[in-house]
């Protein structure tokens, strides 16, 4: 059974950077694309990143381009999203998914498995 589990967000001003974490477990973890995304209160989720199964290529969407970079270490399970010139509009609980095999977009359907997300506040 996969488990992703995120860590790395919280509460912090305008301008901020923050580092997420999410750990997997459960398959080989090289074998897959991995993704990040987010939904702030009222609305739908929507893609934030995504990272191929080895790093080669990377997508994210154009609210986020420039500001946060997604990386992996498949040494170490683990999928990062580093969050830099944070806005509040960056407000949202971030997930982090595991694609299904040879996807490596940013349709969430395609996504297999879920975190429970982390929340990430950005105060003016």
């Known amino acids: 059974q996969v488990q992703l589990v995120e860590s790395g967000g919280g509460l912090v001003q305008a301008g901020a950077s923050l580092r997420l974490s999410c750990a997997a477990s459960?398959?080989?973890?090289?074998?897959?694309?991995m993704g990040w995304f987010r939904q702030a209160p009222g609305k739908e989720r929507e893609f934030v990143a995504a990272?191929?199964?080895?790093?080669?290529?990377?997508l994210y969407a154009d609210s986020v381009k420039g500001r946060f970079t997604i990386s992996r270490d498949n040494a170490k399970n683990t999928v990062y999203l580093q969050m830099t010139s944070l806005k509040p509009e960056d407000t949202a609980v971030y997930y982090c998914?595991?694609?299904?095999?040879?996807?490596?977009?940013?349709?969430?359907?395609?996504?297999?498995?879920w975190g429970q997300g982390t929340q990430v506040t950005v105060s003016s």
């Open positions: 998914a595991q694609a299904r095999p040879r996807y490596s977009g940013s349709y969430n359907r395609e996504y297999e498995y």
């Open positions: 459960g398959r080989t973890f090289s074998n897959y694309a």
């Open positions: 990272i191929s199964w080895s790093a080669g290529s990377t």
